[in-house]
């Protein structure tokens, strides 16, 4: 007698509760060849249906021999037993088959952050030869273009990167790791794990650290990334994203404490002004004044200091003014106020000719003078300090906005960190203005000039920028020509150059609050540059 499937299907049910499994499995098959001859999937197969199949998904047309086979297997998978507390722990830590536990599923997300940091390194560690390779295909790229030249770049010539950039260092980390490197798990939530181990690699560091340059921005730049995926816009999309993300985390607020603690901290030069007034004033009222020798004195030496200069009466004309005034003094005890009132016009004729420099010698005549005068006890300290104070103020606000004014000349934005170095320097290495400084405010003024590694990283990238000159525009458009990914080096080297000049400024600012309340200030740690941190996980993308 012929059994029917259903007949088949019941008995194997009743030998699996029976607890013989032989019989159960020969029912079984006796059941598939009711149904179909069509052999059965084995192996990874069959785990793939018979998981479908306690899920319920398993959708065949009525009548044929998978839906028959699916049906046997859908009972198969009815009647076997669940898995043990130690089958799942295993199924989850370890894994087998499919990746169909949330278990299996963070191993393959950890297993892409990990290859995503192995690239995100290669970058990091290739990113001086990548910047190499930026120069070489700019340099060709302009003198094609302005010379009419054919020639080529190292890598059109080669066929590959330089052996040292980033690429050529993540190619070999892929070839060493049987491309284990370039593993990425698979959907959105890969994506995320591939981009955040990219940019770990430059965001070592504390947990603020971390989060600053690592999370926010391969989040950001993952998120915009995906807003834009396939269109022209999304590599400029994942640049901004990755660059701006830290920016918000750490610049608002910290503006608003900056400028409300320079309010505070730091007096402006009409503040300094209104004090060293005060204090002149006060010793004025204490009836101290100069002997009758330094009137004379004044005169004096302010005719040297013209001398020195190669004064000529018919063209400096100023200079010859401030002589003339010089001279009128010879003979008067000069109160301090008095000898103030001197300064400033002697500084009124400065600024209508800049170029007479024996004027800003008889300046520093008349601040000599009034520091050494005799007696005044504590009225004549305190004065002594207002003018210093002033004084130091004064010069730095003088040099700081002469920089300023150089750079905004030059039409292509400059080097603002190069400029404020060298009015530092003059004034370091100038005896008749450095006397008014201690030793450790030359000493800060010294490190400001000389700068640090982060600092200097940044100065160097930035000269990459193509606001630096026309030359480095040109280099920029041909490399952005040849390959659109040279954008991440161009937007990279400009973000360096913004950061090394908001450096610069606030290392102005500091030597400025340094002059003005006579406080050296702590010397903070430094730590590496955001362009150097972001980079490689951008070019690993």
Known sequence: ?????????????KAYAAGDTAAAKRLIDAARKAASAAPVDQGQAMRDRIAAAKAGTLEMQPGSAE??????EQAAAMMQPERTIGQTIYENVIGSGAVDTPGERAGELIRGVGAGAMRGGAQLAGLPGTIGDLLNVGAVKAANALLGTDLKTTQEVTGAPGLLSGQSIQDALAAATGGGSEYRASGVAGDYAATIGEFLPGALGGPGTMLRYGLAPAVASETLGQATEGSVFEPAARIAGAFFAPLALAGANKTVNTFFKRASDRPSLDTLRDAKNAAYSAVDASGLKAPLT???????????????ANYVPDVDKQTMAALEMMKNQIGKELTIGELDKLRQGLFNRLKSAPNEVAIRDMIDIVDDTIQSLPGGGDLMATARIANTRYKKAELFENAFKKAEDQVASTGSGGNVLNKFRQAVT??????KQNRFFTREELDFMTKFVRGDLPENTLRLIGKL???GNGLMMALNVGAIATNPL???ITAGAQAAKSSADIMARGGAESIKTMAATGRVPVAQPSTLPQI???LPGLLAQ
């Open 294 to 308: 330094a009137a004379d004195d004044l005169f004096t030496r302010s005719q040297a200091a013209a001398a020195a």
């Open 67 to 72: 839906r028959a086979a699916a049906a046997n």
């Open 465 to 467: 920028s193509p606001s």
């Open 532 to 534: 150097s941190r972001i």
């Open 426 to 431: 003059s004034i370091i290495n100038n005896p």
């Open 486 to 488: 040279m954008a991440v």
């Open 1 to 13: 007698m012929a059994y029917t499937e259903e007949q088949l299907k019941e008995a194997a049910r």
